[in-house]
């Protein structure tokens, strides 16, 4: 590309930067503001979800039939609700998930939705005939007399001669009926008290059990008769459903959450641009400028691909911002060693990006893995995190290769901006932050074991002693929290609700602790949450307006959170082991690095053990993220050592794993201060629920940037010693040897 292209692409990106920043923001014409654009998750704009399960012995074929029966009159009815954008959905085999933006009665909404199917036939005149107990099938076929399809109907026995006498009754024209648009000759078909079909009684009294209902004139459509087949089957072939998992969320603590988020997240934004300009100077401007359009991405891809937006989601996003600095941060270094190896300018930044990507594309593909297996795994919520978690990464890799290495390129060709000192090289030649001294670990293993060792074995010690303190999302369970309208006594809300025998544990919460949060591993069904909420409206004047959220856990989804916790922690370390070994070509770099994962979550679990901190489903997220992001520091080091493997032309293997870890020790530090700093403002700003992915993150990346340096490089020198020598020792031995040989000569 040549120089004058690669100015217009330059100006072009910083107008387009500039234009997508004021249109996310402003909007103008037809393009709205972002926050007009975007869909928000129930957790922000207010609303109820209700996880169902099916209390069947069915499985296979019929069960996906049966459930995709009662999906079909579950929507139906979340129709009848006129919410904007309802959601159902089947979760797994035996599971429905129902979301309802909006929806303000969240009892009515759970009973409504809840209910088992009223399938019913009457009269005209409104007179019930038969009920959905009496259909043995009903299916679409097609319609002998038109193009199109009909339904035909089966009956049981009792059916087929209570809908012999109905048809008589309509077929004689004594019916008057009592519902406009209906026919006095008409079967009425209802569905919870809803009309969805009223076929004529044309040719006489129907016997034998079956009947067949047209469209008219053109018959229906295959879609037509198959969701009015499905509607019927429904009332004949009921699911019995069970509440599992529900939770309403108040929209005013959603949106306040949200507020402070994005405060938050602009902060952390700022922090890392400032942090940038001063450690990398003129590269610093390029990183930004990339950042910036990142940003604006990451955001409208979201909007773009339909995707909402959630408490979580903006979590990810902010990390994802950490995490896109990092590929930044590993080339920059990079380019700094180029020119501190006394190459020009102009060939250390060609150099630079060309040995960084390597580096780059394998850090942020182990990363992505732990992204996608926590989407597959996880809940709605984790789902919401792991999904722009996704998006980052790809995006990050984009904006690292193109914009920035585009402005970093420019500056390299000016005249200007091409001296050393703009690219962060001081006049002795060494870059700014530069580690100087070599610095020797391999030695010190033995006292980096050790500290892990008491970590760990104070972990165990708590975890043994008082067990884990497992949230209701593991154990199962509810969860109240009410806005009181001031400070109560936790004794008073305690005595309010003690026929009820719950064993809660109740804490204050909110700016001047007016809110209360009641749990309890109790699972509490809608009515039974009722009365306790009504206990405590009787005691202290509080009413059902004041209750901002209701959650709901039962025991299974507890039961599978653990399993998928298990089971996604094994995958993700098996995949990036399979990947490390194919990339890396040697299984100490892959054991190495697995034992150095296995190491950072047992960390995290320790810290969660010893200070007793709640173990929730926002745990999962934190634990797979901690996989993915503390294996990017160590395959930076393992990258260098792979290298430094080709090159290094004397010196023992220690003395060359040293090397490699102080070379990449400043872009270590870097990339985790830099990540730290970003959820900062939301540790301290956000609102619970990002608190509680915030924190486990946090913990990780500082065990992982601890553990790449002092557990996996000197796991690595151990297998390496444990196995063959390295051809350095080799060639040294054999030089021994040969000067032995000369001396006994």
């Known amino acids: 590309m040549n120089h004058k292209l690669k100015k217009v692409l330059a100006i072009l990106f910083v107008l387009i930067i500039a234009a997508g920043w004021y249109l996310t923001i402003f909007g103008a014409g037809p393009v709205q ?68 933006p909006g929806a303000e009665d969240a009892q009515e909404a759970i009973n409504q939705i809840g209910q088992t199917a ?54 004689s024209g004594n019916v008057t009926s009592a519902v406009d648009g209906v026919f006095n000759d008409a079967i009425m078909i209802l569905l919870d008290g809803q009309i969805i079909s009223a076929p004529r009684v044309q040719n006489g009294p129907i016997s034998g059990g079956n009947c067949t209902i047209t469209g008219g004139a053109g018959g229906f459509t295959q879609e037509e008769a198959s969701g009015l087949s499905a509607l019927i089957r429904g009332g004949a072939l009921p699911l019995e459903l069970e509440e599992v998992n529900s939770s309403v969320q108040s929209a005013k603590i959603g949106y306040n959450a949200l507020e402070m988020s994005v405060y938050a997240g602009l902060a952390g934004l700022a922090l890392i641009l400032l942090i940038m300009l001063a450690a990398y100077r003129g590269m610093g401007i390029a990183a930004d400028l990339a950042l910036m359009f990142y940003v604006v991405i990451v955001l409208n891809i979201m909007v773009l691909m339909g995707s909402v937006l959630t408490l979580p989601g903006i979590a990810g996003i902010i990390l994802s911002v950490g995490m896109a600095v990092d590929a930044n941060v590993v080339i920059f270094s990079r380019i700094r060693e180029e ?170 919460s909110g700016d001047k602790n007016e809110e209360v949060v009641i749990r309890t591993i109790e699972s509490l069904d809608s009515d039974e949450r009722t009365e306790v909420v009504g206990a405590i409206n009787k005691a202290f004047g509080t009413t059902e307006e004041d209750v901002i959220a209701e959650e709901l856990f039962g025991p299974s989804v507890g039961k599978e959170l653990r399993n998928n916790a298990i089971l996604a922690i094994v995958i993700a370390a098996a995949c990036m082991l399979v990947y490390i070994r194919f990339r890396f070509s040697q299984w100490k770099f892959g054991g190495a690095a697995l034992l150095g994962v296995l190491h950072d979550v047992l960390i995290v679990i320790a810290f969660y053990a010893i200070f007793n901190i709640t173990v929730n489903n926002p745990f999962i997220a934190g634990i797979l993220t901690v996989v993915g992001y503390s294996i990017n520091d160590t395959i930076v080091i393992f990258d260098r050592i792979r290298e430094n493997l080709k090159y290094m032309k004397k010196g023992n293997t220690e003395e060359m794993i040293d090397s490699s870890i102080t070379q990449t020790l400043g872009r270590s530090l870097m990339t985790s201060i830099t990540t730290l700093i970003v959820m900062v403002p939301l540790l301290i700003m956000a609102g619970d629920v990002i608190r509680e992915f915030v924190l486990p993150l946090m913990v990780g990346i500082i065990a992982g940037a601890y553990s790449s340096i002092g557990i996996c490089s000197p796991l690595y020198y151990g297998f390496s010693k444990a196995g063959s020598l390295s051809k350095y020792e080799k060639q040294i031995k054999k030089s021994k040897k040969n000067k032995k040989k000369h001396e006994g000569k």
């Not at 019929?62 to 009848?80: D, F, G, S």
């Not at 097609?142 to 008589?168: H, M, Q």
């Not at 394998?362 to 992204?371: G, K, R």
């Open 33 to 100: 503001p972002l926050k007009e654009r975007i869909k928000l998750g129930l957790d922000i704009k207010g609303g109820v979800y209700v996880v169902m399960e099916a209390k069947t012995d069915l499985d296979g074929e019929e069960l996906r039939k049966a459930m995709e029966q009662t999906q079909a009159v579950i929507e139906e009815r979340v129709n009848q609700l006129g919410l904007a954008e309802p959601v159902v959905t089947i979760e797994g085999e035996k599971r429905i998930r129902v979301e309802l």
């Open 118 to 171: 009223q399938l019913q036939f009457a009269l005209a005149d409104g007179r019930i005939v038969l009920d959905g107990g009496n259909v043995k099938d009903a299916y679409a076929t097609t319609d002998d007399k038109s193009a199109g399809y009909a339904v035909a109907l089966e009956f049981d026995r009792k059916g087929s001669d209570l809908f012999y006498e109905a048809t008589s009754t309509a077929y």
């Open 339 to 508: 020119i501190m190896a006394g190459k020009t300018v102009r060939v250390a930044v060609n150099t630079g990006f060309k040995r960084a990507m390597t580096t780059v594309t394998d850090s942020q593909v182990t990363t992505l893995i732990a992204a996608v297996i926590l989407y597959e795994v996880g809940t709605s919520a984790v789902k919401g995190f792991a999904w722009t978690f996704m998006i980052g990464i790809i995006v990050s890799l984009f904006t690292a290769v193109v914009i920035t290495q585009l402005y970093v390129s420019l500056m390299a060709d000016s005249k200007r901006m091409g001296k050393k000192s703009f690219f962060g090289i001081n006049a002795d030649n060494q870059a700014s932050f530069c580690i100087k001294k070599e610095l020797h670990f391999i030695k010190h293993r033995k006292k980096f074991y050790l500290l892990s060792i008491i970590i760990l074995v104070a972990g165990l010690a708590f975890g043994i002693a008082r067990g884990l303190n497992y949230g209701i999302d593991f154990t199962g369970g509810t969860m109240i929290q009410m806005d009181m309208g001031k400070k109560v006594a936790i004794s008073e809300v305690e005595d309010a609700i003690a026929p009820y025998k719950l064993k809660p544990e109740i804490i204050y």
